[in-house]
């Protein structure tokens, strides 16, 4: 389905630029903010858990990669999903997306706030929405050019911390090693929560897909980009990860606020932790930012298509942005930023978004080919949402069964 006239995005977007939106999605998102409660769930098996999570994230994109290439449009799993699958499972990924994904801005909103000033963290959220709302606003290539900067003085950052704990503090060779043993003793339901509480680290590699409009020669350029950005975003992540579990081990990861500026200090480099405060604020804003570009473009696809309004389907005539959907997403998130708790949104958006992936792979088997991959990524994320805490997985059903009534509501109405 082609975009209406009047709603035509322009392609602005190469292979780095794309490629820097899904790291700015990633690297931050979780590392930053999933690792603590993920640890509380599994234990030492953290590790277990977060490749468990990369297979399914791999399988995920993959699928969409594929998909990507063939509909390159705005919208992501909702395109797949409305084309290979029909208008009701389109419409539920849409729905999934956008709700989970709410929930994800608001996390990281808040992640800024508890860094940058804890006593007013959900002022500090609603304030850092309405800045990078604005940026969004005034055109994707901006967008691109303030998220390059923001990965790399990220990736500096985490640079430093894994040089300074495994470089120079007490974890060492025999540390790691035991590190990654204890993990291959985890087990049980909790490391299927820690594994689905981490996948929300590895989620952004959607907002390539969502942008696909935008990008240059599609086809080409969003396999690639979702290929490199997820494999960077591992390898980083893994980095990460031992450094600080071989330092604090389980249950000081599990009891830890900041749990990077923890262990740099653990290993003797309290002078860091400003350092890494400033990281983790910065990466958590370079992800929302990336995060309300991904959203606002779904919501652009829905409301194309009269799921939603379709005022929010309005291009803006010189920025080349979807303006309306861009300011509807962020009064949404803003408001929620407001009331809401950060880890309760991490398993709520993690739920959301995993449906969206069960979705992705499901389309991604209706082509006819190379069937393990969707299948395995289709069962894992099924496996992994519905191992997600009680409270997340029951919010989580409740919103998308809703969107379910929502859609069966309006396509009632719209019969002859």
């Not at 977007?13 to 820097?20: E, S």
């Not at 599994?42 to 594929?66: F, K």
């Not at 020669?217 to 992540?237: D, K, M």
Request: hydrophobic fraction near 55%; include cysteine; aromatic fraction near 6%.
């Amino acid at each position: 389905m082609n975009a209406p006239d009047g709603s035509a995005l322009r392609r602005r977007l190469g292979l780095f630029d794309t490629v820097t939106l899904g790291l700015g999605s990633m690297i931050g998102a979780g590392i930053f903010v999933a690792l603590a409660p993920a640890a509380a769930a599994a234990g030492t098996g953290v590790l277990l858990a977060l490749g468990i999570a990369a297979i399914v994230a791999i399988c995920n994109a993959m699928s969409s990669a594929r998909l990507a290439a063939l509909y390159p449009q705005s919208g992501g799993t909702y395109v797949y999903g409305r084309e290979r699958l029909g208008l009701f499972w389109g419409h539920t990924a849409g729905w999934s997306f956008v709700v989970g994904k709410t929930a994800s801005c608001a996390a990281m909103a808040l992640t800024v706030g508890h860094y940058v000033w804890p006593a007013h963290a959900h002022a500090v959220a609603v304030a850092s929405v309405v800045a990078l709302t604005a940026v969004g606003y005034a055109g994707i290539q901006r967008s691109a050019l303030l998220t390059r900067v923001i990965v790399a003085f990220v990736l500096a950052v985490l640079a430093v911390v894994v040089i300074a704990v495994l470089g120079f503090g007490d974890v060492g060779v025999a540390s790691v090693i035991g590190t990654v043993i204890g993990t291959v003793t985890g087990t049980g339901r909790g490391l299927l929560e820690a594994a689905g509480l981490l996948f929300f680290a590895f989620a952004g590699y959607a907002r390539i897909a969502t942008l696909g409009e935008e990008v240059r020669e599609p086809a080409r350029t969003i396999p690639r980009a979702v290929t490199i950005s997820l494999a960077i975003t591992l390898a980083v992540y893994v980095l990460v990860a031992v450094a600080v579990l071989g330092e604090l081990g389980g249950p000081g990861l599990a009891e830890a606020s900041a749990p990077l500026t923890a262990a740099v200090r653990a290993a003797g480099f309290p002078a860091l932790g400003p350092v890494v405060t400033v990281g983790a604020a910065i990466g958590a804003l370079g992800s929302l930012l990336a995060l309300l570009l991904g959203v606002s473009r779904t919501t652009l696809a829905l409301a194309r298509d009269h799921h939603l309004p379709a005022a929010l389907a309005a291009v803006h005539p010189r920025h080349g942005t979807p303006y309306r959907a861009e300011l509807a997403v962020g009064v949404a998130v803003a408001v929620v930023a407001a009331i809401v708790d950060v880890r309760g949104a991490i398993g709520f958006s993690s739920f959301g978004v995993l449906l969206y992936y069960a979705i992705a792979n499901a389309s991604a088997l209706t082509l006819g080919t190379r069937r393990l991959v969707p299948v395995v990524g289709l069962a894992g994320c099924l496996t992994l949402a519905f191992s997600l805490p009680l409270v997340s997985v029951l919010a989580g059903s409740a919103v998308v069964l809703l969107g379910m009534v929502v859609y069966a509501v309006q396509a009632r109405a719209q019969r002859p």
